[in-house]
């Protein structure tokens, strides 16, 4: 198929260009870059910001695309944008997140009221613009409006978990690695209990892939996500050892951490979310999952940030006061 890409160049789009080249569609990414990274997959390029789209409807549609696929739709603008120039005969999938269940509110809020795991039908957000005077340039991101747009041009929506791997910008596995890569030897953790669903990128983009190939999925939402959950200890477990580090993780009382590890401490909410749609109607499968972990642990220690915060006074404090005794991991 002929396939318009709109982002492919970072983290998840590249994942989905590289699954969709491989599986043999054509593919057109339509990004704001000037230029592609080198090692790319070949693909045509379209240098165009979300903005400018409405304005390049003609030279989009002569693409002749089958498939749009729109991995970074933010707002209602977004979409609106995109939608624009897209004929109505044209197959589209947007990605969206599961921040849109009303459970993210609880999670956020220090509360527990949903029940898991979370379906596609489970409750959504009752407020909407959720970093609205929270944070810069967020203040009209709502996933909801995105999918209402998308629905209404029977698009698939395919609702993502917490995605890691290789080029992973978030870095979500960061809060031990930065420990790793300094050698520390002791790093405090909190109850460790809280669990949200996660997604290996290349899972994710062979999920795009099953869902765009798939005429049951149109008009569908459908959940994306690993179909085993394992808590921040037990993740935090896996990283040193699929980095053969000699680190220990100690238990201190929650409100001892340091600000990267809150995420280590109690949450009451959890975050799990039942993805057997996308199996059952997509036959989609995830990979190994310590595979998959061992894999985005390399990447990340090859590839370490530019600047690597080296200041661990506050892991020091914190093992220093400790009242609960050492839990070790090797």
Same mark, same amino acid.
């Given at each position: 198929?002929?396939?318009?890409?709109? !982002?492919?160049?970072?983290?998840?789009?590249?994942?989905?260009? $590289?699954?969709?080249?491989?599986?043999?569609?054509?593919?057109?990414?339509?990004?704001?870059?000037?230029?592609?990274?080198? @090692?790319?997959?070949? /693909?045509?390029?379209?240098?165009?910001?979300?903005?400018? =789209?409405?304005?390049?409807?003609?030279? =989009?549609?002569?693409?002749?695309?089958?498939?749009?696929?729109?991995?970074? &739709?933010?707002?209602?603008?977004?979409?609106?944008? %995109?939608?624009?120039?897209?004929? *109505?005969?044209?197959?589209?999938?947007?990605?969206?997140?599961?921040?849109?269940?009303?459970?993210?509110?609880?999670?956020?809020?220090?509360?527990?009221?949903?029940?898991?795991?979370?379906? $596609?039908?489970?409750?959504?957000? #009752?407020?909407?613009?959720?970093?609205? !005077?929270?944070?810069?340039?967020?203040?009209?991101?709502?996933?909801?409006?995105?999918?209402?747009?998308?629905?209404?041009?029977?698009?698939?929506?395919?609702?993502?978990?917490?995605?890691?791997?290789?080029?992973? $910008?978030?870095?979500?596995?960061?809060?031990?690695?930065?420990?790793?890569?300094?050698?520390?030897?002791?790093?405090? =953790?909190? &109850?460790?209990?809280?669990?949200?669903?996660?997604?290996?990128?290349?899972?994710? &983009?062979?999920?795009?892939?099953?869902?765009?190939?798939? $005429?049951? /999925?149109? !008009?569908?939402?459908?959940?994306?996500? #690993?179909? #085993?959950?394992?808590?921040?200890?037990?993740?935090?477990?896996?990283?040193?050892? /699929?980095?053969?580090? @000699?680190?220990?993780?100690?238990?201190?009382?929650?409100?001892?951490?340091?600000?990267?590890?809150? =995420?280590?401490? %109690?949450?009451?909410?959890?975050?799990?979310?039942?993805?057997?749609? /996308?199996?059952?109607?997509? !036959?989609?499968?995830? &990979?190994?999952?310590?595979?998959?972990?061992?894999?985005?642990? *390399?990447?990340?220690?090859?590839?370490?940030?530019?600047?690597?915060?080296?200041?661990?006074? %506050?892991?020091?404090?914190?093992?220093?006061?400790? #009242?609960?005794?050492?839990?070790?991991?090797?």
């Amino acid at each position: 198929m002929r396939v318009a890409l709109l !982002g492919g160049t970072r983290f998840i789009g590249r994942a989905i260009l $590289e699954e969709l080249t491989a599986a043999g569609h054509e593919v057109c990414v339509i990004h704001r870059g000037t230029s592609e990274p080198p @090692d790319l997959p070949e /693909a045509k390029h379209l240098h165009l910001d979300r903005s400018q =789209i409405p304005d390049k409807a003609q030279e =989009i549609r002569a693409l002749g695309i089958e498939v749009f696929v729109d991995t970074y &739709a933010m707002s209602k603008l977004d979409a609106k944008n %995109a939608l624009s120039a897209i004929p *109505d005969q044209v197959r589209t999938l947007v990605l969206s997140s599961m921040d849109v269940y009303r459970a993210y509110e609880a999670f956020h809020t220090g509360v527990a009221t949903e029940p898991v795991p979370l379906k $596609e039908a489970s409750p959504t957000r #009752e407020k909407r613009y959720p970093y609205r !005077g929270k944070l810069e340039g967020m203040e009209d991101y709502e996933k909801l409006d995105v999918e209402e747009a998308y629905l209404e041009r029977d698009a698939t929506v395919l609702r993502l978990p917490f995605v890691y791997g290789e080029r992973d $910008e978030q870095r979500r596995q960061e809060f031990v690695l930065r420990r790793i890569r300094a050698s520390r030897k002791r790093m405090p =953790i909190g &109850a460790g209990n809280w669990i949200g669903t996660h997604g290996y990128v290349r899972d994710v &983009a062979r999920g795009v892939r099953l869902a765009l190939e798939s $005429e049951k /999925a149109v !008009g569908q939402v459908i959940n994306l996500g #690993e179909p #085993e959950s394992r808590s921040v200890r037990q993740i935090a477990e896996a990283v040193i050892e /699929a980095s053969e580090a @000699d680190l220990e993780l100690v238990r201190v009382p929650d409100d001892r951490l340091p600000l990267d590890l809150r =995420i280590t401490g %109690a949450i009451p909410q959890q975050f799990i979310v039942d993805s057997s749609k /996308a199996r059952e109607m997509l !036959g989609w499968e995830c &990979a190994d999952w310590y595979e998959s972990i061992k894999v985005t642990v *390399d990447w990340h220690l090859s590839n370490s940030p530019e600047v690597t915060d080296q200041d661990f006074a %506050a892991d020091d404090k914190a093992l220093e006061k400790s #009242e609960l005794g050492d839990l070790s991991v090797r």
